[in-house]
Structures are given as C-alpha cells and as structure tokens.
C-alpha cells in the first residue's frame, strides 16, 4: 500500500493499475483541452498581440510586458536581477519587494529575445492556466481519485476558476499556479516512511522555485496546507502521531533547504535598496470578500454581466461561483463527508477560509454592515500577512471546490470506496446482487449527479478576456532616434512620466525597445519617506504639474517658481531629453512643457527638448 494514498485518501489499495494506452489518452486528451481554453482565454489579444492590452488593467498588463523585457534584459547584460535601476531613475526598484515574476521572465528571457514581450506575455498567460490545470489533473488522477473523468473536472476548475480568470486581466502571477498542486502532494507525503530525505528536498525546491514566482500564493498554499494536516491529525490521531516524526524531520529539511536557496533574495526584499515595510495605512485589509459574491456569476463567465459590479462594487472576483456551482457543491459535502476524508477535509477548508475572507466588516450586496469580520482583529502590520488581502483566501476555497467536484464525480462513477477483493466480490454478488431495479435507479440517479454538475459548471466557462486596442510607441523611440540625445548615465524623461494612474503609453516605450534608456517614475511598490511601501514614485513638483495639467485639460497659471523646479527636477532625474509623443492631451501638454522649457524640435513623430547644458 502507498503511503501517499493514505495521506491524501484513506484508501485500502492504491487505484487500480489500467493498461498504459488509456491513462495516457486521456492524459493527452486532458492536457490538450487544458490548452485550447487556455488559447481561448487570451483569443482577444492574438488578433493583435502587438497593440492589444487588458481593457480592464491595462497598466498592470504593461508592467508585466515590461517585466518579461526586465527578465531578457537581466540575462542579456547579465545584471543583478533582484533590482533594476531602468526604471524609477535615478533611485531604481527592488524587484523582489514588487510582484516581479523572475521565476519565469529568467528562463524564458531567449524567447522574450525571440518573440518580443507582447507575444510572450500572451502566450505565457494562457499556458500558465492550462499548466495549472494540467498539474492539478496530475494530482488528482494520481493521488486522489480513480476516475479520470473526475480529475479532468476538477483541474479544469483548479486552472479555470473565475477568480483564477478575473486574475488573468493584467495579473499573470496569480494564474502561475502550476507548482501548487505538486507542493500540496509533497506536503501530504512529508510522513512516508523511508522517504524523509528525497520527499524534504522535492519539497524545498518547490517552495523555492515558488518564492521566485509568486509569495502570496505560496502563502495561501501554505496556510492551506496547515489546516490540512491538523484536521487530518484530528480525525486520525494514531495514524498521524506514529509518523511526526518523520513528517517534522522531512519538513526540517524542506524548510532548511528552502531557506538556503532563498536566504540572499529575501533577504534583499526585506533590507536591499528601494525596500520598504508594508503599505502606507495598511489599504489591503479592508478588501474583504462579499457575501453576495459567492453565489454571483463573474464578469468574465460566460453567465457574466459587468453590469453587476455596480451592485457588489469593483472588487476582485476571487470567489463569484453563481448560486448552481454553491448548491452542488453544498449538497455533495453533506452526501460526502461521512464517508469520505477528503471531503471532510475539504469542508474544513471552505468554512475556514470562507470566513477568514470576509475582511474587517461584513459586506453584503455592496454594502458594508457593521459587523466586525476576523480582520478587524488582525493588526495591520502583522509579519507574512501584512499586505495580504482578505478577499484573496477565497482562492483557497476555490481550490477546495476544484477537489470536491473530483470527489463527487468520482463517487458517481462508482469509485468512491475501496475495491472489494474479487473471490468477496464474487459470492458477494451471488447471494445479495443489487435488483435489475436498484441497478436501473442508480444509474437514473448518477445521471442526475453528472447532470447537475455539468450544469453548475457550464456558466462559469470563461470567455476570452477583454482587450483594447493602444497606440505603438513613437517611431523615434522604435527606431532609436533617441539614441544620440541620450549619453551613459542619464536618462530620457517621457511626458506624461509613467505612473499607477498616468502614463501607461510611456511605460510601454521602455519594455518595446529592451529597456535600453532609464525612465523616471514607474508602475511599482517603492518606500516613502517613512519606509512604507507606496505605489509608483513619489511625486516630484513637475510630475505631480503634469498629472493635474492633464485632468484639467488646462495649463495652469505658471510661476517662475515652477520653472525653477521644473530644472531641479530634471537634473535629479539626471534628464538628457524630455520626449513628448502622440497623446489625447498632446496640445495641453505641449504647451505646459514648452512655458517650462522653452520651444521644442520636431524630430521625427516626437515633440523634443534638449536638456543636456541643463544638468
């Protein structure tokens, strides 16, 4: 008996052995099913993978283009990849301290070379879902359930949930879930027996590689798996105490080895350059899961309306499992969790992260009540947790869901209980067979669970993300007539300065040219002047001049103090040229950067001022 099976399943044997040729088609099967949503998902870029961004955030979009170009350009020049001075000059970004993706922009930087960033975050976005469902398949079919029908369900759900999906929108790291599934498994397998050293080390390369891709959801999983083992302990004590030993001895060295491969990085995101401590007034905390959101369809379902968020309000669609996918899965863990563990467990999971999700107050329809949530206990500076957002433990819950629905389609297909040995089995039916009427009644009724579950899954299809269309850079900068205005050392200031709100057109010239030239500000988490973290960089007096310029649509009333910041700000920017391109407040701005320096050139499609004699 594998022990593994024992520790996900309480199993007598382990699935039965099937002739190669069928678990493998339908692993292929699986697996090619997986990419073609996967392919779906992104279908509205593909039409023009060049000029296309998320409609719904296209800034956050862009700092991921721009980070696979980080990832291309930190191999390519063979710099330090944990901080970048390309962006934010001349103070730069701690990559570590940010959601900076290296475990994937590092390997893949020769395709980026290749392909470009706007191909590779296309393509990456929609292989890093069907890789998450491929390996939550994988675990499912080897480790839990008998059925591959089953598994195929449940990692369909685990790599296309809607708050997986809603993630999609510009937020490739919370769909790079790939190596959970796999992190789960070796955590389960920490108590085998004689295996204390191979099952540590599998797993402390997994956390490792999993820091390098995404912190928050290897907390999450981490968290998870913690209740996990506890509740598995309590409902079988002997069997967990007779293996802690092992267990604790094969997660010392998963953690220990962990903590080695990693000590440097973390190290570095804590205390490097541009690091800070936590958000400026916690503003994570207060982003708790509403009620309503649970039994509401998400925008990017098939059964979706955008209409709804002007109810529940614009929040992240972490959970959103519309009203039929609750009821299923509600009336399987009642059908489920006497006989089975794994549904035990799974119930346990759901209710705790269920409720630890709904943040400082209790939100219902949109609106806020005035009941404490768990939050409202949770200090705002808390070690781990201290920019962890509420509603986001409901990605747990869907996990939890992914893996009940593979029960439940595998208790339908009959493999819910051990095999009976054969010679029981055999006088077992000749004496006590169930009725050609019992027969016929089963079959009625696991036609009625399949149906049921189809139905609460066919609405939460995704449909392809919503894109919009967006200018290319300006010829000059594409075709490097930038280059001899733009000496070593100093930078090419754009107007507007990139920004978390202004800017996203500028943003872009830097990841489409290989980042070749610094930037000033940015989209990013950086350190105020008390340490805590902020997003994007502070504003300086010509930046924070430009911003109000452009809401306005009006030049304000100049002052000749303003003129004088304007130099101070270029000559902290360490600015060589200051480059405006095509802009739907272009004339606005051309006018405000023309009384603060002077007339500009128009050198190719940009309007130019030379500020090199003025550093």
């Given at each position: 008996m594998n022990s593994s099976s024992v520790a996900v399943e309480p199993v007598a044997a382990d699935p039965p052995r099937q002739p190669r040729r069928r678990p493998a088609r339908a692993d292929v099967l699986a697996i090619a099913a997986y990419a073609l949503l996967g392919v779906l998902v992104c279908l509205n870029y593909w039409g023009d993978v060049q000029?296309?961004?998320?409609?719904?955030?296209?800034?956050?979009?862009?700092?991921?283009?721009?980070l696979f170009e980080h990832g291309a350009y930190s191999v390519r020049h063979l710099e330090n990849p944990l901080f970048t001075a390309r962006q934010n000059a001349p103070d730069g970004v701690n990559m570590m301290a940010n959601t900076s993706l290296l475990g994937v922009t590092l390997p893949l930087a020769p395709l980026t070379m290749l392909l470009g960033p706007q191909v590779m975050y296309a393509f990456y976005l929609g292989a890093a879902l069907s890789a998450t469902a491929a390996t939550s398949y994988w675990m499912l079919s080897r480790h839990l359930v008998r059925s591959r029908a089953a598994a195929f369900v449940g990692g369909a759900f685990l790599g296309f949930?809607?708050?997986?999906?809603?993630?999609?929108?510009?937020?490739?790291?919370?769909?790079?879930n790939f190596l959970l599934p796999l992190i789960v498994v070796r955590v389960l397998r920490l108590g085998e027996p004689g295996r204390w050293l191979r099952n540590g080390t599998a797993l402390g390369l997994l956390v490792a590689y999993q820091i390098f891709i995404n912190e928050e959801m290897l907390l999450l999983t981490a968290l998870a798996c913690l209740v996990i083992v506890v509740a598995y302990g309590v409902q079988r004590p002997r069997v967990a105490w007779s293996r802690a030993g092992t267990f604790l001895a094969s997660?010392?060295?998963?953690?220990?080895?962990a903590l080695l491969l990693t000590a440097y990085p973390i190290w570095f995101q804590f205390n490097g350059p541009q690091s800070y401590r936590g958000l400026q007034g916690g503003v994570f905390h207060s982003w708790g899961e509403d009620l309503m959101a649970f039994v509401t369809f998400a925008r990017d379902t098939v059964a979706g309306d955008e209409a709804v968020e002007k109810t529940i309000g614009m929040t992240e669609q972490n959970s959103w499992f519309g009203w039929p996918l609750v009821l299923v899965a509600l009336i399987a863990l009642v059908l489920l969790v006497r006989r089975s563990l794994p549904a035990r467990i799974v119930a346990v999971l759901v209710v705790v992260f269920t409720v630890a999700a709904i943040g400082p107050k209790v939100r219902f329809d949109g609106v806020e009540t005035t009941v404490d949530g768990p939050w409202a206990y949770v200090p705002d500076d808390l070690p781990l947790v201290e920019m962890m957002m509420p509603?986001?433990?409901?990605?747990?819950?869907?996990?939890?869901?992914?893996?009940?629905?593979?029960?439940?389609?595998?208790?339908?297909?009959?493999?819910?209980?051990?095999?009976?040995?054969?010679?029981?089995?055999?006088?077992?039916?000749?004496?006590?067979?169930?009725?050609?009427?019992?027969?016929?009644?089963?079959?009625?009724?696991?036609?009625?669970?399949?149906?049921?579950?189809v139905a609460a899954l066919l609405p939460l299809l995704p449909r392809p993300l919503p894109a919009q269309q967006i200018d290319p850079p300006p010829h000059f900068i594409t075709a490097g007539g930038w280059r001899p205005y733009v000496p070593a050392g100093r930078t090419l200031v754009p107007v507007p300065i990139p920004s978390n709100v202004h800017g996203l057109p500028t943003l872009r010239w830097s990841a489409l040219t290989g980042q070749q030239f610094p930037i000033p500000g940015g989209y990013f988490i950086g350190p105020n002047e008390n340490g805590e973290g902020v997003f994007g960089?502070?504003?300086?007096?010509?930046?924070?001049?430009?911003?109000?310029?452009?809401?306005?649509?009006?030049v304000p009333a100049l002052t000749e103090e303003n003129r004088r910041q304007a130099l101070?700000?270029?000559?902290?920017?360490?600015?060589?040229?200051?480059?405006?391109?095509a802009n739907p407040r272009e004339p606005v701005l051309r006018e405000l950067m023309t009384q603060l320096l002077g007339p500009p050139q128009r050198v190719d499609d940009v309007w130019l001022w030379d500020v090199r004699d003025r550093g």
């Open positions: 000029h296309r961004v998320s409609s719904h955030l296209p800034t956050d979009h862009s700092w991921f283009e721009w949930a809607p708050g997986i999906v809603h993630h999609a929108n510009g937020q490739p790291n919370f769909v790079s997660g010392g060295v998963a953690g220990g080895l509603t986001r433990l409901t990605l747990v819950v869907a996990g939890a869901v992914g893996v009940l629905l593979a029960l439940a389609w595998n208790a339908l297909a009959g493999n819910g209980r051990p095999p009976v040995p054969a010679p029981r089995a055999a006088a077992d039916a000749a004496t006590s067979g169930p009725s050609p009427a019992a027969r016929r009644r089963r079959r009625w009724l696991r036609g009625i669970g399949y149906a049921a579950i960089a502070p504003n300086r007096p010509t930046s924070t001049l430009i911003y109000s310029t452009m809401d306005a649509d009006k101070e700000d270029l000559r902290f920017w360490k600015a060589s040229v200051v480059v405006l391109g």
